[in-house]
């Protein structure tokens, strides 16, 4: 019987339910209950944390400072969003972040480039070759004290420099530029350019890199955020407070809870370890908010970057 | 050195991308040898290879150089003679530390970080992606994918700085909730005891969103003729998830797992480093952090490189082993 007749016999006759094939068994409407309940949990879970954080950057140091805030700020206040904006230090790291991340993201996708395209050519000889070495770098590393001999030995240690190259390439990147580029430029293309004379740069600067532009922003965004994000590096390779990263700054005065300059002249009202106290939400709420703030324009991109490797499994 | 970069591999993609086997061209008689084969690749592309060489000079300078200055695990390093000039010692710096009293418990705090790491991370993201497969499109589905993703963004040091301002004994968020179930305050980072679940469900808490993304294509990637099939014989939503679902994802799962034990000696030394702290120090120092104190902070760079080279061969021995069982019981494995 199909679904028309079918549809026209109910019409006919009211009294008989709807339908009788979307209704689903009575434990399977349960099931999914459980699951909506159990999904409901693990957005609580996650969502939590970070409502507590927020709530507490947006609360006066008192409150915060006799644990008075949970979800909710309570007795609302800038006081903390204030003195991260004029602190010195953190305006620093901001800055230097800033431009390890502008920096960094233009090297990074330059290189990634370079070694991508070639690659993804099936008549460029040795690309195999050189895939296993790259590949293997995944797998096996000279270990931290030899890779820092290398940058010392290249006059890097604290300077800008340290932080933007010797970190520059990802392979996990470097592949997926590769597929996009195998995929996603028609051979016809190179051919047509090719009969009309275009050298290969010529060709990939006019024809391939205009047409990757959503490669190139899932590059940049990934390099950037990397870039953002990492501390170790700062750590193991720079002594300048001046060229600190921001998350240097962040664990210098969350983690070790070493007071600010800026916190000891606070006017006579407020408590300088309060102040210290609140200044710590305010700040993990600042640093966060570049990445989070471009994070749902991105998200749709970053899946497709992870599902590259997830589809052959 | 271990860098997670947002977007990093779940997956290691190895294959070629175009494994189909040319069809040989031309006139079959004609034989090709690869020298000629790299001759009219040079005049074709000659331009590609020389933008290639500065990526390449990257590997080589920053990977491959690092990998032979490991050689000072086997020197006594001297700054002024650099790796290849300083006098040998064969394996003096590997007997030091096997026989130090702090390989053991760096050895065990390292083992069981890893393992209790990938046992919690391993399964939740399966629950997680299984449990938004099953229900419809909506803003609900779409606003629990976002936010559960959301953390895998944030910085280690803001992941460490919240955990540590939640865990804070006096007004610290956990602290609040145990006091209305009426439980004393405890310092969770002062406490040794507590530092490895700290460390790991921090880590779930951040990941689980990103890691189930990878399952949520391997589910969409089941062929729905099988669920209809299914639906036909009767089989309810659980039965499907349970006879269905589960088998189609079985291969991601495996790649999933064996990289997570491949990876266990190379668990996130920034993280822990993070974390540490003089009180939960017995339970908190493993192999990474050991090396970055005896070497940067102490200047002994060949005894750091030694134990940096150990944490390496074991970490790929295990990457090697679990793959080859993995093949051998399931027929799925990295490579090969």
Do not use: C
């Given at each position: 019987m199909s679904a028309l007749t079918l549809d026209r016999e109910q019409r006919r006759t009211p009294?008989?339910?709807?339908?009788?094939?979307?209704r689903d068994p009575f434990s399977d409407r349960v099931l999914v209950i459980v699951i909506t309940v159990m999904l409901a949990v693990v957005l609580l879970l996650v969502l939590l944390p970070i409502v507590y954080i927020v709530a507490n950057s947006f609360s006066s140091p008192r409150a915060v400072s006799s644990g008075q805030v949970t979800f909710w700020p309570v007795d609302f206040s800038l006081v903390a969003y204030q003195e991260v904006l004029t602190n010195p230090q953190v305006l620093q790291g901001y800055y230097n972040s800033l431009i390890y991340a502008v920096a960094g993201t233009l090297i990074s996708v330059t290189l990634t480039v370079a070694i991508a395209y070639p690659l993804?050519?099936?008549?460029?000889?040795?690309r195999n070759v050189v895939m296993t070495g790259l590949l293997f770098t995944m797998l096996f590393s000279g270990g931290l004290i030899p890779t820092y001999l290398v940058v010392q030995d290249l006059g890097m240690?604290?300077?800008r420099w340290a932080l933007l190259i010797?970190?520059?390439?990802g392979v996990w990147q470097v592949i997926i530029a590769r597929t996009f580029f195998a995929h996603s430029i028609p051979n016809e293309l190179y051919e047509a350019a090719m009969l009309d004379g275009a050298s290969e740069l010529r060709f990939l600067w006019s024809v391939v890199l205009p047409l990757s532009k959503p490669l190139l922003a899932v590059l940049a965004l990934m390099y950037a955020i990397f870039q953002w994000n990492s501390y170790f590096d700062a750590l193991v390779y720079l002594k300048d407070p001046n060229l600190f990263p921001l998350q240097i700054v962040l664990r210098n005065i969350i983690?070790?809870?070493?007071?600010?300059?800026?916190?000891?002249?606070?006017?006579?009202?407020?408590d300088a370890r309060e102040l210290a106290n609140v200044l710590k939400y305010a700040l993990i709420v600042v640093s966060s908010l570049p990445v989070l703030i471009i994070y749902p324009f991105i998200a749709r991109h970053f899946t497709k970057g992870v599902m590259v490797g997830a589809i052959k499994g | 050195m271990t860098t997670t970069q947002p977007?990093?591999?779940?997956?290691?993609?190895?294959?070629?991308?175009?494994p189909a086997p040319q069809p040989k061209r031309?006139?079959?008689?004609v034989k090709r040898d690869r020298w000629t084969e790299a001759k009219r690749s040079w005049r074709r592309h000659w331009q590609l290879y020389l933008l290639i060489i500065l990526p390449v000079a990257y590997f080589v300078i920053f990977k491959y150089i690092p990998i032979s200055n490991a050689v000072i695990a086997f020197k006594s390093f001297n700054v002024l003679e650099g790796p290849w000039g300083s006098p040998w010692v064969g394996f003096k710096n590997f007997e030091l530390f096997f026989s130090n009293p702090m390989f053991g418990t760096l050895l065990k705090n390292t083992f069981t970080l890893a393992f209790y790491l990938v046992l919690a991370s391993f399964p939740l993201p399966i629950l997680l992606a299984i449990g938004l497969n099953e229900i419809r499109q909506g803003i609900f589905k779409k606003s629990v994918q976002l936010i559960t993703y959301a953390?895998?963004?944030?910085s280690t040091v803001v992941v460490v700085s919240m955990t540590i301002l939640i865990l804070s004994?006096?007004?610290?968020l956990m602290n609040d909730a145990l006091g209305l179930i009426g439980v004393p305050a405890v310092d969770f980072l002062g406490d040794e005891d507590y530092f490895r679940h700290i460390y790991v469900w921090s880590d779930v808490w951040q990941t689980t969103g990103y890691s189930a993304v990878i399952y949520l294509a391997a589910l969409a990637g089941i062929d729905p003729a099988l669920h209809e099939s299914a639906k036909m014989d009767g089989a309810s939503r659980l039965q499907r998830i349970w006879h269905v679902d589960l088998p189609g994802i079985m291969p991601t799962a495996v790649v999933i797992l064996v990289l997570g034990v491949g990876n266990l000696m190379a668990i996130g030394f920034e993280k822990v480093y993070l974390l540490q702290n003089p009180l939960n120090?017995?339970?908190?120092?493993?192999i990474a952090t050991y090396v970055y104190k005896t070497g940067l902070?102490?200047?002994?760079f060949s005894m750091a490189t030694a134990v940096g080279l150990f944490n390496s061969v074991v970490n790929l021995a295990l990457l090697l082993l679990v793959n080859f069982v993995a093949k051998r019981i399931t027929g799925n494995g990295l490579w090969g």
């Open positions: 009294g008989t339910p709807p339908s009788k094939k979307i993804s050519l099936k008549t460029f000889f040795g240690l604290n300077t010797p970190s520059a390439i983690i070790l809870n070493t007071t600010t300059a800026a916190s000891g002249d606070i006017g006579q009202g407020l | 977007g990093a591999p779940l997956v290691r993609l190895d294959e070629p991308i175009d031309g006139r079959g008689h953390p895998y963004f944030i004994p006096r007004i610290g120090l017995a339970q908190s120092e493993i902070l102490n200047a002994d």
